[in-house]
């Protein structure tokens, strides 16, 4: 039994390396923060789009994806990446969890010679040739300059944030203040909660700002929970249209939102964008040519404001 | 085995003054609460803010209803917000396979009831550590949850399925959610308080070797009481998918603690043997009015999460204080 079950191990790990082998050719990996969450599946389906029409212009290129199953620590991911520099990946592509936790890691590929693209996330070091990712702060700006054209300039609103320990959202948040203040002096934030991407959590912080201020005319959402559970909580109080809700990123239910005129407006990132320009510029570096003249450098991928009027072009 | 007969006898006297007591300081503690917030806040006593307080407490109040079954054996449930992702996510995918909205949530539900079966089944016959076998549980089917959806929120769901959340009543106004909350709280208040299976449970968590030497299918009752909390955690998976349109595969993360400490600030002892339906309904509504309060009196949300801790820790230190008198 027991050398039946080795035998099987063992087969097991032979079919592994055989075709580690057999991957002649050139191999891309991308290796993102998650695979659960559609933000990545739509990185890994814009990079998969990208290889299929390199094959179908007669290379031979595969990709490799690899992510952890949850949200779990960054060493993990860190020993994904050290994993297909000894796999002699020909590129890889990484989107960081932890800008301090990953930061050996990107280098030693930079190190070994293998092009390194960053995805949605920077890291704490310049080794790497290329960031394809959405400028957050111009982002928010955005959103800000959204919010306060539909409330005529004037008026009470709150913030319904995701993770209060998250480079990504916390300047979501930080960059919106910012052009309020600067833009729509007299539009007054009267508060943020951290729902931690919850939806009921958002929904219940929702109603309590309404409870709390009830000529409140606006709400900003920072993220696929939060504006989901926002939407639901304006909803649900009869104030559809009556307070403004401009959110952040897109899903069936987002859109569904927004299609009932619940939502005006909302962030979407353009993942997808994201991993087919990471794979080109993969195949680029792979072939010897630049991307920039320097290094590191950063290609913002932009947003979209989806509104009830251009639903129907958003991906 | 006469003296067996008679100590519980006594146990239980002192058990239902100390009950007593334990309702009427949890309600002190709410009343406080509730007129602090009023000063700072004059909405907070509106209607409208008080149907708010039961709507966000509703599945906290659910879940822990089931966790202080658990407690009272000297047990824990982590699997709780793994079973309100997963069982959402079974009852939306029967309804988006075009079942019929009561067919589904049944599936939900026997799906939660099923993992509680593994649950106790893990427990009593594998003879693993509640910890354990509920932590494994607990990763297992939110793994189950992020395959079945593959990461993808599930919404577009039947607009009388999320009724059941969301519809207000025509008696007093009051949402359907709070209605079923209330119905679970008395149906279950009533099995822990007045039937053999609570007996049993409060006699597992009490002396568990006496238990069973005195002949009670100590192995049943304990997978019964994990069935329960499952099950329970099943239903507050029905109403937020029902509130937020959307069966998340993330959803009800970290819920289990909020149940473990509306329990523990009702009543219930992590020990095992102590704890009481209606002291647990009690606490999860302090942990929500306090929520509530803290937003509409405009707490920074950092120093939310500090008091909430603090009174956590606080209840239960001077639950301990006084019993030691």
């Known amino acids: 039994m027991k050398k039946a079950l080795l035998f099987l191990v063992l087969a097991m790990l032979l079919s592994i390396c055989t075709t580690a082998i057999a991957a002649d050719s050139y191999t891309i990996a991308l290796i993102t923060m998650d695979s659960m969450d559609q933000h990545w599946?739509?990185?890994?389906?814009?990079?998969?789009?990208?290889?299929?029409?390199?094959?179908?212009?007669?290379?031979?290129?595969?990709?490799?994806?690899?992510?952890?199953?949850?949200?779990?620590?960054?060493?993990?991911?860190a020993s994904m990446v050290e994993n297909q520099i000894t796999n002699k990946a020909d590129a890889i592509m990484v989107a960081p969890m932890d800008a301090e936790a990953l930061a050996p890691a990107i280098e030693a590929v930079y190190d070994a010679g293998i092009p390194m693209i960053l995805i949605d996330t920077l890291a704490n070091t310049k080794k790497f040739q290329v960031i394809y990712q959405t400028d957050n702060g111009a982002a928010a700006r955005t959103a800000a300059q959204e919010l306060g054209k539909l409330l005529g300039g004037k008026g009470k609103i709150a913030i319904i944030n995701a993770q209060a320990g998250s480079q990504t959202t916390m300047t979501r948040e930080g960059d919106f203040r910012d052009e309020m203040a600067k833009a729509f002096p007299d539009i007054e934030i009267v508060g943020v909660q951290y729902c931690d991407g919850d939806k009921q959590k958002a929904l219940n912080y929702a109603e309590d700002f309404m409870m709390q201020t009830p000529d409140l005319a606006g709400f900003y959402a920072c993220n696929e929970g939060s504006t989901v559970g926002t939407g639901n909580a304006v909803d649900q109080a009869g104030k559809a249209g009556t307070i403004k809700v401009?959110?952040?990123?897109?899903?069936?239910?987002?859109?569904?939102?927004?299609?009932?005129?619940?939502?005006?407006?909302?962030?979407?990132?353009?993942?997808?964008?994201?991993?087919?320009?990471?794979?080109?510029?993969?195949?680029?570096?792979i072939n010897g040519e630049k991307i920039a003249d320097e290094e590191a450098f950063v290609v913002d991928t932009g947003v979209t404001v989806a509104t009830k009027e251009n639903l129907k072009d958003i991906k | 085995m006469n003296q067996a007969a008679a100590k519980p006898t006594m146990n239980k006297r002192r058990k239902i003054s100390r009950q007593t007591r334990q309702i009427v300081s949890t309600a002190g503690a709410l009343l406080v609460l509730a007129i602090v917030f009023t000063i700072a806040n004059p909405n907070f006593i509106s209607s409208m803010n008080i149907l708010n307080i039961l709507k966000q407490a509703t599945p906290i109040i659910i879940i822990?209803?089931?966790?202080?079954?658990?407690?009272?054996?000297?047990?824990?449930?982590?699997?709780?917000?793994?079973?309100?992702?997963?069982?959402?996510?079974?009852?939306a995918i029967c309804m988006r396979a075009g079942w019929p909205v009561w067919l589904s949530m049944i599936a939900g539900l026997l799906f939660g009831a099923g993992v509680g079966v593994l649950n106790g089944v893990l427990i009593v016959y594998g003879k693993l550590p509640a910890f354990i076998a509920t932590m494994g549980t607990m990763t297992t089917i939110r793994g189950l949850a992020l395959f079945l959806t593959q990461g993808i929120p599930i919404g577009s769901l039947p607009k009388s399925f999320t009724q059941i959340g969301t519809q207000r009543n025509w008696l007093f106004n009051v949402p359907n959610q709070v209605w079923i909350m209330?119905?679970?709280?008395?149906?279950?208040?009533?099995?822990?308080?007045?039937?053999?299976?609570?007996?049993?449970?409060?006699?597992?968590?009490?002396?568990?070797?006496?238990?069973?030497?005195?002949?009670?299918?100590?192995?049943?009752?304990?997978?019964?009481?994990?069935?329960?909390?499952?099950?329970?955690?099943?239903?507050?998976?029905?109403?937020?998918?029902?509130?937020?349109?959307?069966?998340?595969?993330?959803?009800?993360d970290g819920y289990e603690l909020d149940a473990v400490a509306s329990s523990v600030i009702g009543g219930a002892s992590t020990l095992g043997g102590e704890g009481i339906v209606p002291g647990t309904v009690l606490?999860?509504?302090?942990?929500?009015?306090?929520?509530?309060?803290?937003?509409?009196?405009?707490?920074s949300p950092f120093i939310q999460k500090m008091i909430i801790g603090i009174v956590i820790i606080g209840a239960v230190f001077i639950d301990r204080f006084r019993r030691n008198d």
């Open chain 1, 41 to 77: 599946l739509k990185v890994k389906a814009g990079a998969e789009e990208a290889v299929a029409e390199l094959v179908a212009a007669g290379n031979d290129v595969k990709l490799v994806f690899d992510a952890p199953s949850t949200k779990v620590d960054s060493v993990v991911q």
């Open chain 1, 246 to 285: 401009v959110g952040f990123d897109f899903s069936d239910e987002v859109k569904d939102l927004v299609e009932r005129g619940v939502i005006q407006a909302t962030m979407v990132q353009n993942p997808w964008v994201m991993g087919n320009e990471g794979v080109k510029a993969a195949w680029k570096l």
């Open chain 2, 64 to 91: 822990a209803i089931g966790q202080t079954f658990v407690l009272i054996t000297s047990g824990i449930d982590l699997s709780i917000g793994s079973v309100i992702a997963c069982s959402g996510i079974v009852a």
């Open chain 2, 182 to 252: 209330f119905i679970l709280a008395v149906i279950f208040g009533f099995v822990l308080a007045k039937t053999k299976v609570g007996r049993y449970t409060y006699a597992m968590g009490s002396n568990y070797e006496a238990t069973r030497l005195s002949g009670v299918n100590v192995n049943q009752t304990l997978i019964i009481v994990y069935t329960i909390s499952a099950f329970l955690a099943a239903w507050a998976g029905m109403i937020m998918t029902a509130n937020v349109i959307s069966a998340a595969p993330t959803a009800g």
């Open chain 2, 283 to 299: 606490g999860a509504l302090v942990i929500a009015t306090l929520r509530n309060g803290l937003n509409l009196s405009g707490a």
